[in-house]
């Protein structure tokens, strides 16, 4: 559904984007993350033609975006950063103002503007101020905004910037709703943890793809494999040894006395085998369990890396 | 690197358009409208503040201005010393005019209640004027101003020519006057001399009564050259004037026959007086009485012309062939009502994408399915609306509310400002277009506004302006539309039509720029 090969954008002598290749498949959500000022607008300006590209070719819908028809554009959802809509008009009103500029007719946009504003629980703020409603109602208004014409594919920049985890976990969940209805959506954050609620993520680091994948290939990229904590009484030296010669563990790191951290091949084979080889050495195994690690270590690392 | 790859080179099925692209069309345009008539219906405050201040303003303007005849405050310093007569007409022709505050002889004063602003004017009169007459001199008042306002310089420079205009013509006026008075002596004596050429034709033969009568007649006689003399002077002056008067040679006539009359009645008296008794005879009192009667038609063909006539013979007398002639207020309303619907237009099209640009939406319309020109079109019918309402109740407004009139048609009136509000719209949209933020954006307008005031005929007329000044004036469209309303509503014709095509074609060509400007805007960067 998206194409970049080799896409690169500067502004003047600045290289914003440099030889980024992505291929984005339909019914997904693919996020993009990266630090704040890595090019992940860029991007995403590039996808909507608002950029050109100064090389590099990139496709949406099969076209570059520079030649979208209105027939493409209206199979897109945008939201860009901010709040890019009227604070003077009430809730109901901006949305309907965006349902007539994607040519809904009267009966249609009255029909949408309640079914979008309902998924988004701003119906009953409906005739309320855009100005007057909180941060979190204003990045939902401006979703269902994007939404409003039941696009296809959804574009959508920092769509949880600035909001609290609470806030932040609703978004992702009507995310997520929206992309089991068959919805490409390509979703940029600057928080490194969000990565795990996307099918893919491409990685950012200053202009370039650092890494690509899904949340858990780019852990195991990044870490080797998965990870076991391992807690158990009396570990030695030569525990460490024998877990070092089972066949799923690729590294074993002492982080406290009586705990062990084990990069594994897969959890599931592993944890047996772990189990099995420190009772038979006479230990007492208080816990031995998949350690969930978060995403910014996995970004640490690749981007340290890069 | 993916798992799941789809082939992005061939178009993607999309699915079908839903609705006719008409219909798609105008829900783009139409939600401009609606949007902005949501955001208006919300700013009542601001309706009135467009409609009812103008009104008010030009209410104001209307009774309070004064404008033609300032009365300036004004001091007269007389000389301490003035020996010569004084210009008898000069504090009543000033007082029609002046407002005199004080009468000084000391000019120091007179100067520093100038330098305070306590008096606009001081007037100097000159100590002898009738002496520096008979010098051959200008008797000259001297009048000082402290005014720094070109204008009213000028116009108090054009104000003393006029009043020196009115004093010398009075002036004159008084001397023929007295001229004139002098014929009065002449019918008085020729009254009595022919009274004493009737005593003397029945006198017969007696030489005493002869002789009394005689020296009567000589007494009268001998006044006459000088009567005459004087009166002759009073035609001859106007006849100066006035060649055609010079022609009937009554100045010349009185003095020739009161010469003749008196050499003939010294020639009889003479004789009487040699001892000769015999009487003047029929034919002498006859030729006597026929001098006289000539004498007193030549005075009266002096008196005919009365002294203000014979003082300025030439006079203007202004005819205004205007079907209608207007008050201040009904004159300067076409001019505020095109003015404001300028300033309007432009101002809310300069604005209005300074603000899409302030909160983000330029990138949203980039994205949207809507089409340049239906953005444009979209932005014209929503605060063309705005202008046009307001527009529209100020003109009801000065026309049911201040008499102002409507002589032409109102379908005329309609178009003009119609077609203004378009070309103000464009300009205005093509000034937001052009400039990178709401200041600047305001700060073009403003200047629009100011050149408008200046250049558009709103205050100078625009022949008083000269190249390539003037050509300011005709790149404002204020300019057309102030012409053409004030003939459509005070004249009830429309003298220029090239006014409204000007117009249109401004509009027009508005209209296209700013389309393309917009597909500037929208075109990837």
Known sequence: ?306 | MMQQVVSSEQPWPLPRKRGWGLLRTLSRVSSFYVKWLAEIVRQPVLMLTLIVGPFLVLLAFGEGVKLGAPEPATVIVTQPNATGAKIEPLPDELGQHLKIVITTEDEAQARRLLVDGDADLVAVLPSDPLTAVERGEHATVRVLTNDIDPVRRAYTRTYLREQVATLNQRTIEKAIRDAQASAAQVHLSVAQARQSVAVLRTAGGDPAATRRELRALKAVTDTLPASGTQAALAAGGAGFVIPGLNESNDGREIARSADTLKRTVDTLDARAASGNTSAPSQQELAQIDSGLLELDRAATAIERIPPEVLSAPFNAELENVAPFVPTYIGFYAPAVLALLMQHLAITLGALSMARVRLLGLLELLQVAPVRPREVVIGNYLSYGSLCLFAGAALLAALVFGLGVPVFGSWLLVGATLGLLMLCALGIGFIISLWSNSEQQAVQVSMLVLIATVFFSGFIVPQDTLAWPVRGIAYLLPATYAIRALQDIMLRGILREPLDLIVLGSVAAACFLLTVQLFRREFRAK
């Open chain 1, 1 to 306: 559904m998206i194409s970049a090969q080799g896409v690169s954008k500067a502004f003047g002598n600045t290289t914003v984007i440099d030889d980024l290749t992505l291929e984005i498949p339909a019914g997904q959500i693919y996020g993009l993350i990266g630090p704040s000022g890595c090019g992940k607008t860029t991007v995403v300006k590039m996808l909507m033609g608002v950029y050109a590209p100064s090389s590099g070719a990139v496709r949406v819908l099969g076209v570059p975006p520079v030649e979208f028809t209105t027939a493409h554009r209206e199979q897109i959802g945008y939201t860009p950063q901010g709040f890019p809509l009227y604070p003077t008009l009430t809730v109901a009103e901006n949305a309907r103002f965006i349902a007539g500029l994607y040519g809904l007719g009267f009966m249609a946009r009255r029909r949408r503007v309640r079914s979008v504003l309902e998924f988004l629980e701003l119906w009953e703020a409906r005739k309320r101020m855009a100005r007057d409603i909180s941060g979190g109602m204003q990045r939902r208004l401006t979703l269902a905004c994007a939404l409003i014409h039941e696009p296809m594919l959804l574009l959508v920049d920092e769509p949880t910037a600035g909001l609290d985890p609470v806030l932040r976990e609703k978004i992702w969940g009507l995310l997520r709703t929206l992309r089991d209805q068959g919805v490409t959506i390509f979703v940029t954050t600057q928080y490194i943890d969000e990565a795990s609620y996307c099918d893919t993520v491409a990685i950012l680091n200053k202009g370039k793809l650092a890494a690509e994948g899904t949340p858990d290939e780019l852990r195991r990229q990044a870490l080797g494999g998965e990870i076991v904590t391992v807690d158990a009484s009396g570990l030695d030296k030569d525990d460490v040894v024998a877990l070092l010669r089972l066949k799923p563990v690729h590294m074993v790191e002492w982080v406290a006395p009586e705990r062990l951290r084990l990069t594994v091949e897969e959890v599931a084979t592993a944890i047996p085998e772990i189990t099995d080889a420190l009772r038979e050495r006479g230990r007492e195994i208080h816990a031995v369990r998949p350690e969930d690690t978060g995403f910014q270590e996995v970004f640490m690392k690749i981007v340290g890396a890069a």
